[in-house]
């Protein structure tokens, strides 16, 4: 099998469990992280920017370990690799930095040898990995994908995100592991609570799917997850509550928290009110938030040319300030 020199993939953030989808419905975001990866003699990690604190830089490294999973699984062996990452996903925030580094491993390492894996075998991996389907099926097919898992196969649809469709996050600075977010939960829930996400769910894909953004303020509710999470999150009860009244068409937990997401109809223009409710009601509990107003990415994990006469930086440079 031919090793190629090297490959350079840039995959985006993700929203998972959007409104009533827990472990279901995840949609990709307008903010990224870029990995090249090379054959190397001995293995060395460059990690770029602010996100990037405090990741190993030896062989436990999630993107180093995963490559080498896609290497077992092909049969081929390139023990040592040159890994370098800049991101611009927060780390622990329910953005899926860990679904796009596990993503980018996987998307990047199959390329380096001659892509022998197909999507869908690289969706199973990336969804054993992180255990639920919706951030890594974000990642790595883009737009809104709605996914099940059976604990070996992941099977998904791809929806287009709406044109009009633009989202508010709200980036507490405070970090929150899916690992913690999940111990909160608990084993079993009602018929009731059972019925009325279901429904939710299945009414917001639909609108989704067909462009009907007036009934996502109907179908953006959970009662599976953030009625539990919420004490971890001071603000978002009322956040929950109230941002439609402040021009959200919905509002959500993005992923396990505490990040807070917001949709909006971009022709409503509603963008300051709806901003300053969510930043003003966070203040009030002592959080710092950093909003930032992001689109759904319709592209997955891509694979960029390499230019030679540009280095991993000199790309990215020009990719940011694009
Ligand atoms: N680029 C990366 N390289 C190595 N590990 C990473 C990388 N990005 C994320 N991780 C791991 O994933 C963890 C965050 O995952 P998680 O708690 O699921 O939060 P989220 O995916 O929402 O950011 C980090 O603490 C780190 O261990
Ligand atoms: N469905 C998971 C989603 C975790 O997403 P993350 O972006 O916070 O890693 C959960 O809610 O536990």
């Not at 996903?89 to 001659?114: D, Y």
Request: net charge negative; proline share 5%.
């Amino acid at each position: 099998m031919i090793v190629n020199e090297g490959v350079r993939v840039k995959v985006p953030a993700s929203t998972a469990n959007l409104g009533p989808g827990f472990d279901t419905l995840g949609m990709a975001l307008s903010l990224y992280a870029w990995i090249e990866m090379k054959p190397a003699e001995k293995t060395v990690f460059h990690l770029y920017g602010d996100q990037m604190a405090g990741i190993p830089l030896d062989k436990s490294n999630l993107i180093y370990e995963v490559a080498q999973s896609v290497f077992r699984e092909a049969g081929v062996m390139v023990p040592e690799l040159e890994i370098s990452m800049y991101s611009d996903i927060p780390l622990t925030r329910g953005l899926g930095s860990s679904a796009s580094a596990i993503v980018g491993a996987l998307f990047a390492a199959n390329c380096l040898i001659g892509s022998p894996l197909d999507e869908s075998r690289l969706f199973d991996m990336a969804t054993a990995l992180e255990g639920h389907p919706d951030n890594v099926g974000a990642s790595l097919f883009g737009g809104i994908i709605t996914a099940v898992w059976d604990g070996s196969h992941a099977e998904y649809l791809r929806i287009e995100p709406p044109t009009e469709l633009d989202v508010l996050v709200a980036i507490p600075d405070f970090q929150l592991s899916t690992a913690k977010a999940r111990e909160v939960l608990p084993e079993a829930v009602s018929l009731r609570d059972a019925v009325y996400n279901v429904s939710r769910t299945s009414l917001l894909q639909a609108a989704l799917a067909s462009n009907r953004l007036d009934l996502i303020p109907f179908a953006m509710q959970d009662r599976l997850h953030q009625p539990y999470r919420s004490s971890l999150i001071p603000g978002m009860a009322r956040i929950l509550e109230e941002a439609t009244a402040h021009g959200a068409l919905g509002v959500a937990l993005s992923g396990a928290g505490p990040t807070l997401l917001a949709l909006v109809d971009r022709r409503k223009q509603t963008e300051a009110t709806l901003e300053q409710f969510l930043l003003g009601v966070l203040n009030e509990q002592g959080i710092v938030a950093e909003m930032l107003w992001l689109k759904p990415c319709t592209l997955g994990a891509t694979k960029l040319t390499i230019e030679e006469d540009k280095s991993f930086l000199e790309i990215i440079k020009g990719e940011v300030s694009a």
